[in-house]
Structures are given as C-alpha cells and as structure tokens.
C-alpha cells in the first residue's frame, strides 16, 4: 500500500492541483498486478454543483476506473409526442459525450423514472400528466423516445432502463405489468439502433432480500428478475449494506453469492455504497474502516463472482451537505468532501491499477 502514495497525490486532490484540466491515465498505464476480471466505474455526482466540479468528476473517474455512471430522470416534456428537444439537453449530450471521450471512458447511462426519495412515483413529469402511471400512453411513448435518444447519441456500453425498480413493484402493484410491458418496448427500440449495447433494470438488493421496505415473500421477489427475461443482458444491482448491518462482518457470506440461485445472468453491481460515518438516528452505520473493509470484500467477492463490472456511486462526499433523505448518502465518496482521500481509495486505486485482462479489453474496444 505504501507503494501506492506517490500516485495517489495525483488523484483525490491530494496534491493540491485545482485544475482538473488533464484526464489521469494513472490505472491504465501502471498495469500493476495481474489482470483484473472486471471493469471499474464510479458515479457522475460532482462534490460541488458547478460545471468544473462535473467535469472533475469524470476525471476522477478516469483515476478510478473504466466506466462512469450517468444517472437521471427522462426530460419527459421535450419527448412526448409534439415535444421539442431543448438547447439544454443537446448541449448537456455534447458536453457529457465530450467528458466521456476526454477521459477514455465507458458509459452507464441508467434513465430513472421514479422519484429516489419516493419509488412510488415517476419523477419530473409536466403538469397534464403529473400524477400519470406506466399505464399512460404519452408516458410510455415519451420513455421509448429517450432511451431511443440515449442510444443513439451516447452509445452507451450499458444502459439500465429503470432503477430499483422492486421498489416501483412494491409500491405500486398493480402498474408494474405496465412498467414490465414498456421495458420491453424500450429494450427493443434500443437493441435496434444500439444492438451491443448491454440493456437491463437495476434492482435494489437490500429490498430484494426483505431488510428495508415494505416486507414480502422472498421467493415472490426474486421471480422479479425472470419477469424480465429474456430482455435482460446482466442482473445489476445497486447495494448499501451500511443502512442495515451494524457493520462489515455482520453481512452474510453469501450476500452477493446468493444472488446466482435465482438467475443464470452475469451478476454486477451499478451502485455500490457504504458510509464512512454513522447517519442520523442510527439509520447508517458506518466509519472509515468499515467503509475500506467493505470495499475490500466486494472487489474480492467481484473477482470470485465473474462480475462484468462494479460501480462506486460518487467519487466525493458532497461539498455541502445533502438533507433528508438523501442525508444518508452524505458519507459515501471515497473521498472527503475536501477532496482528501479515504483509506478506502487506496483499495479502490490497487485495483484500479491492475491491467483488464485480454477478453474483458477487447470487448471494450
């Protein structure tokens, strides 16, 4: 580990460079220890809202891997039918398509309808239609039509359409047949102008295994996965064990293991996060070193389990503080908000520098 701290003051701000202007190419061409079975990848949440704070973002991104998460609701109104695309959304794709190439990055676009405080709702939809359902037939059209758009102008590697979605089946029974039917409209559209483009929903695996939410019939729940074959190319998760273990050690064994009984897909993880602090009311638990331990374990569970990739959910804890609920969140970078780095990310970064090996690069390319 020792070994890793002059390359770390190049990442993380630990060498007090404020630009932000150079990708790193630091994990790439190091190609320390030997090869790495699956890809990297952290989320696009910038520590301060300003353009360079997104653009660091991707440049951290490039430090800590191969894959960047991109993550938002659709800009509903401008896809409905008779809706125009804004000046803001195409200069949003110019500028995110730049970052990304920039920064010799993979895309996982994820398009998330539900509202993340409150999975019983879609979110951001123009008043006419504001409290409408996957029933909806300008809703439905308005989804096919961006994730359309976000295949044909991003090309995404990976593009999740929908996430936690469970949660959506948990909430609102009787309207997850419609979500189940538009998915696969929209897988369809996507496979036919992007047809490498890996396609799938998130699901949330605390709620999958009955320890947060609304209780159910765990056999009942993991029949959620086959509900969506055979439109489903991996099985991706996203996992906060810090909202329900006391800590690292209290997890199962086979908390990722157990996910192979109930589907044949490769299995991966889109959003991954523990907190380096305890939350408020004891609803997350966490420290630093639980926080590495934990990273510790999922790469090494990562590698045992052939995951295709993994996914930090941000980079940085945010500048300023989020509120509730979001709050919980607030101590999940693997950095501090002062841009200093947690001992978390000298796990992250050993990794990060091990080379891809030969089939996982070429698919790449």
């Not at 469970?166 to 996507?190: G, K």
């Not at 489903?232 to 996203?238: E, I, P, Q």
């Not at 939350?279 to 590698?303: K, M, P, W």
Request: net charge negative; charged share 25%.
């Amino acid at each position: 580990m020792l070994a890793l701290a002059a390359a770390l003051l190049l990442s993380c701000g630990g060498g007090g460079d404020d630009s932000a202007a150079t990708p790193s190419v630091l994990p790439r061409d190091l190609n320390i220890g030997a090869p790495r079975s699956f890809e990297l990848g952290v989320g696009a949440f910038p520590s301060e809202p300003t353009r360079q704070g997104y653009e660091k973002a991707f440049v951290f991104a490039a430090e800590a891997g191969e894959l960047v998460l991109i993550q938002r609701a659709p800009p509903w109104k401008e896809f409905l039918p008779g809706g125009a695309l804004s000046d803001d959304t195409r200069q949003t794709t110019a500028e995110e398509k730049r970052l990304t190439d920039e920064n010799g990055l993979s895309l996982l676009y994820a398009i998330d309808p539900t509202d993340p405080a409150d999975r019983s709702r879609l979110q951001g939809l123009p008043e006419g239609i504001k409290d409408r359902t996957f029933a909806n037939k300008d809703v439905r059209k308005a989804f096919v039509n961006y994730a359309k758009y976000v295949a044909l102008n991003y090309h995404p590697k990976l593009l999740a359409l929908g996430v936690e979605v469970n949660m959506y089946y948990h909430r609102q029974p009787d309207d997850f047949d419609n979500f189940l039917s538009l998915y696969a409209e929209a897988y369809d559209a996507v496979k036919s102008v992007s047809p490498d483009t890996l396609v799938f929903p998130i699901f949330q695996l605390e709620e999958m295994y009955g320890l947060i939410g609304s209780e159910k019939e765990l056999s009942r729940e993991w029949t959620l996965l086959r509900r969506f074959e055979p439109r489903l190319d991996v099985a991706a998760f996203s996992t906060y064990p810090s909202f329900v273990f006391e800590n690292v050690d209290s997890m199962p064994d086979d908390y990722w293991k157990k996910i192979a009984e109930h589907t044949s897909r490769p299995i991966a993880i889109a959003s991954a996060g523990y907190s380096s602090e305890t939350g408020r009311e004891g609803l997350s638990t966490g420290s630093e070193a639980d926080q590495a331990a934990f990273v510790q374990r999922l790469l090494s569970e990562a590698e045992a389990l052939k995951m295709p990739f993994v996914v930090w959910l941000t980079g940085h804890d945010p500048a300023l503080p989020a509120e509730a609920p979001f709050d919980l969140y607030n101590h999940m970078g693997l950095c501090r908000s002062d841009a200093s780095y947690k001992p978390a990310w000298y796990l992250w970064l050993e990794q990060a520098m091990r080379p891809l090996d030969d089939d996982l690069k070429a698919a790449g390319e």
